[in-house]
């Protein structure tokens, strides 16, 4: 059974920095990809990164690429989304996915995605 858990979300003022952190279990394909996405009241589910677990090839979405970095531990089965200069806009619920293979052509499709964690709060604060 996979099980995907997300934590690190909390209240951050802007321009202000947060890491989360989503440890996997019982992913047992040759490879695949951890993606973060996010959504906010009232808007549609937005793709943020993704980070293929053999190679660490990493994709960002245009809307956070210079601020967020997607990382791996290998040895902790765990993924973080380290996110500086948080916006207004960055707030949301984040949420960890895992898909099978790597992150290559839909990672940005949630329904590319087998496997969800419970999501974890982002507030930033003006």
């Known amino acids: 059974q996979v099980e995907l858990v997300e934590s690190g979300g909390g209240l951050v003022q802007v321009g202000g920095s947060l890491t989360l952190s989503c440890t996997a279990s019982?992913?047992?394909?040759?490879?695949?990809?951890l993606g973060w996405f996010r959504q906010a009241p009232g808007k549609e589910r937005e793709a943020v990164s993704c980070i293929t677990w053999r190679s660490g090839l990493t994709y960002v979405h245009d809307s956070v690429k210079g601020r967020f970095t997607i990382k791996r531990d290998n040895a902790k089965n765990t993924v973080y989304l380290q996110m500086n200069g948080l916006k207004p806009e960055d707030e949301a619920m984040y949420f960890c996915a895992g898909k099978p293979l790597d992150c290559s052509g839909a990672w940005t499709s949630g329904n590319a995605y087998k496997h969800w964690g419970q999501g974890t709060q982002v507030t930033v604060s003006s």
């Open positions: 019982g992913l047992t394909y040759e490879d695949y990809a």
